[in-house]
C-alpha cells in the first residue's frame, strides 16, 4: 500500500522563484514505515528546457541535514504542471521529520507554495546546493519561513524493505545542457 506526505496538489497560493543551484525544502512527517517511490513537485509555470531534481534530506534539531536521496536530474514540462520525480526505494523510518524539496538548473519555474498558517517549516539554500553533485548534507539555510511550502510531496510504499542506492550523479551536458 502506498500513502503520500507533503503537498501534492497545486494550491495557486504564490510561487517560489527558481534559480541556479537553489534548493527549497520543506518539513513533513512520515505515518509509517516505508519505502521512498516518487517524488512530486507543482509548478505554477515554466519555460521549456528547465530542469529539476527532488531531493529528501533528514531532519536533525528541526533542521535539514543529511541528504537521504535524490532523483535523476529530470526536464520539468513548460507551463503549469506537476512533475514526477522517481526514487529507488530509500528507507523511511515510522513518525520521522523529513525535509522534501526541489533544486533546479535555471530561473525559469515558478514552483507553486501553499501559503496558509499551518506552521510550514521552509528552508532555502541559495545556489549552494549543486544539482550536478548533490552535497552529502545540507549546505546552510539562506533563509527560513514557517507560514508557507513549496507543494511537494513524496510517495511511500509501505510493506517493502527500502535501502536502494541513490542514483548514479547526473550531468546536465548528458541532458543537451550546456
Do not use: H
Not at 82 to 104: C, K, M, P, Q, R
Not at 152 to 168: D, K, M, N, W
Request: charged share 10%; with cysteine.
Amino acid at each position: 500500500m502506498a500513502y503520500t506526505i507533503g503537498l501534492p496538489t497545486p494550491s495557486g497560493e504564490g510561487s517560489a522563484p527558481a534559480d541556479s543551484d537553489r534548493c527549497w525544502v520543506s518539513k513533513f512527517t512520515s505515518g509509517a514505515a516505508g519505502t521512498m517511490v516518487q517524488g512530486t513537485v507543482c509548478f505554477l509555470g515554466t519555460t521549456g528546457g528547465t530542469y529539476g531534481r527532488f531531493v529528501v534530506l533528514s531532519s536533525t534539531g528541526g533542521e535539514p541535514d543529511a541528504v537521504l536521496a535524490y532523483s535523476e536530474i529530470t526536464v520539468i514540462p513548460a507551463g503549469a504542471s506537476t512533475t514526477v520525480f522517481a526514487l529507488n526505494g530509500e528507507a523511511v523510518a515510522a513518525s520521522t521529520d523529513y525535509y522534501l524539496g526541489i533544486v533546479t538548473y535555471d530561473y525559469n519555474a515558478a514552483i507553486d507554495e501553499e501559503a496558509t498558517a499551518n506552521g510550514y517549516s521552509k528552508r532555502l539554500a541559495n545556489g549552494t546546493f549543486s544539482i550536478v553533485t548533490p552535497p552529502s548534507t545540507w549546505p546552510g539555510t539562506d533563509a527560513s519561513y514557517t507560514d508557507n511550502s513549496p507543494s511537494v510531496s513524496l510517495v511511500i510504499e509501505t510493506g517493502g524493505g527500502g535501502g536502494g542506492a541513490r542514483p548514479a550523479s547526473s550531468s546536465l551536458t548528458t541532458l543537451g545542457v550546456q
